[in-house]
């Protein structure tokens, strides 16, 4: 019987690695390219950042963070798992440094910006010891796993602090740069996250008391095979609709139509962001347009065995520097010249699932529309966005509340950040958002999510931990043989 020794992990946060402050006199005038930047008593040096950030970006797809196997994980594929996370992480980090070393400085001086940009630093440097050779042994990679809980709680206040810093600077940056600089670094921002919660997933799955339940069938770290739209979007409803009544006193209906039942492999978490930002819309719309007698309605729809393969798409991508969002041309040629049998979800038709969200709020006026995905579009007025950048929630703590929700509880209404966020979340793997308005009636918004090959076949794939198992008792029955 296959044995496993069961290895326990004690998240305390990591000591931060700090460097003494420099003591030596700046020459005076100063040399620009010393200033080019905030300082930072982060330890790592601008050299390795400018080596880091130039190295191939791959893409991330949903196939790779599956590959590894279902939980429990043995002790190889866990360390497979640390090891594919570090080859990502530290390439985008150092990426997204230079991107906020390339802003105004005024901009990146900002105490909310310049706070995002030391949490970067802070972050690569904790990365520095361990990418510079591999992960071999189950204690290095507990250190590693502990360094990935430190770098989610680090970056958890990302969006709401780079909103309020970005609002405060807004006299010294065009809303097109804004909205430009924001989209690739949330885009990017989503991998990287993701790439840490998915291995410190599958290590809490894999180790301590979790190692000895039964695994959960449905669930490869934070994918869900089993996913059901029906679901998010009640439980949503549920959120948004209580927040509407503290704000307005009622509470508009909901009514789910289409394939109720249908499901597909994603990301709840990421679900539940978007749709909650759309029903928030619907909501808010609907109510004070004055016809909450209306019902929103939601439908939904699972589209048919498409031809082409997600690794067909990535092939016939090509990446410039506009969709410049979280992989270079030179890591998707890379990524997509591998063996083709390493990566069979790529190789399969994914299900796609469609919902339609409308609502008879009196639709979006034309001169709104051209401006629904810039970040610095909102539909609050000018005292309510000043209060909602320095922190205050001013008379709109019913729509704070409900934005808080998939942003960690920190508030990002009034920032205009809901659309092209939701957006962002839904693109990343492949899906996407569209809209239909009809000034004067109401609104269609349809939501387009991707999945991951065939999920039956995920779903009926024993763990890992089972898969080696299985294989060690072949091994042995044709040694009998």
């Not at 910006?113 to 990679?141: A, W």
């Not at 669930?219 to 307005?248: M, N, T, W």
């Not at 942003?407 to 693109?427: D, M």
Request: charge should be negative; aromatic fraction near 8%.
């Amino acid at each position: 019987m296959w044995k496993r020794t069961i290895q326990r992990c004690s998240f305390s946060t990591t000591a931060r690695r700090w460097t003494a402050p420099e003591t030596t006199q700046q020459p005076f005038p100063p040399d620009i390219n010393e200033w080019s930047h905030p300082p930072s008593n982060a330890s790592i040096s601008d050299e390795e950042v400018y080596r880091l950030a130039a190295k191939p970006r791959q893409p991330l797809t949903l196939a790779d963070l599956v590959k590894h196997g279902k939980p429990p994980l043995p002790d190889a594929a866990l360390l497979s798992s640390a090891n594919f996370t570090l080859s990502r992480l530290p390439a985008r980090l150092a990426h997204r440094i230079q991107a906020l070393r390339n802003l105004p400085f005024i901009v990146v001086a900002n105490p909310n910006v310049s706070k995002i940009y030391n949490n970067y630093l802070h972050s690569l440097s904790t990365l520095e010891p361990f990418y510079k050779k591999s992960i071999t042994t189950i204690e290095e990679e507990i250190k590693f796993t502990e360094v990935m809980a430190d770098l989610v709680r680090t970056h958890s206040n990302t969006i709401p602090t780079l909103a309020q810093g970005f609002l405060q600077c807004r006299k010294y940056i065009d809303p097109a740069e804004v909205t430009r600089f924001l989209d690739q670094h949330l885009r990017a921002r989503i991998g990287t996250r993701l790439c840490a919660e998915q291995h410190l997933a599958l290590h809490m799955a894999s180790t301590g008391d979790a190692a000895l339940q039964p695994p959960d069938p449905s669930h490869v770290g934070v994918i869900d095979l089993a996913l059901q739209p029906a679901s998010i979007v009640r439980q949503c409803e549920s959120f948004v609709a209580e927040v509407c009544e503290l704000k307005y006193g009622i509470r508009p209906s909901l009514v789910i139509n289409g394939e109720v039942d249908a499901e597909f492999a994603h990301i709840p978490m990421h679900v539940e962001y978007i749709i909650t930002e759309l029903l928030k819309n619907a909501f808010r719309a609907t109510i004070e347009s004055g016809n909450e007698q209306y019902p929103i309605e939601v439908t939904i729809a699972s589209a048919p065995d498409v031809t082409t393969t997600k690794l067909d798409a990535l092939k016939k991508l090509s990446v410039t520097e506009s969709t410049n969002h979280d992989f270079s041309q030179d890591g998707l040629e890379e990524y997509c010249s591998g063996d083709d049998s390493e990566m069979p979800p790529l190789k399969t038709a994914a299900p796609c699932i469609t919902l339609r969200i409308r609502d008879r709020g009196g639709g979006i006026s034309a001169e709104a529309l051209p401006n629904i995905w810039s970040y610095s579009f909102t539909t609050f007025n000018k005292e309510e966005a000043d209060e909602a950048a320095n922190g205050g929630n001013g008379n709109s703590e019913g729509l704070n509340a409900i934005a808080a929700s998939g942003s960690n509880q920190s508030s990002i209404a009034g920032l205009g950040y809901g659309l092209p966020l939701g957006r962002a979340y839904a693109e990343y793997f492949g899906g996407g958002i569209t809209l239909q308005s009809m000034y004067g009636w109401g609104t269609d918004v349809y939501l387009t999510l991707q999945g991951i090959g065939k999920m039956d076949d995920l779903r009926k794939r024993p763990s890992a931990f089972k898969e080696l198992e299985m294989e060690h008792r072949h091994e042995h029955k044709r040694g009998k043989d």
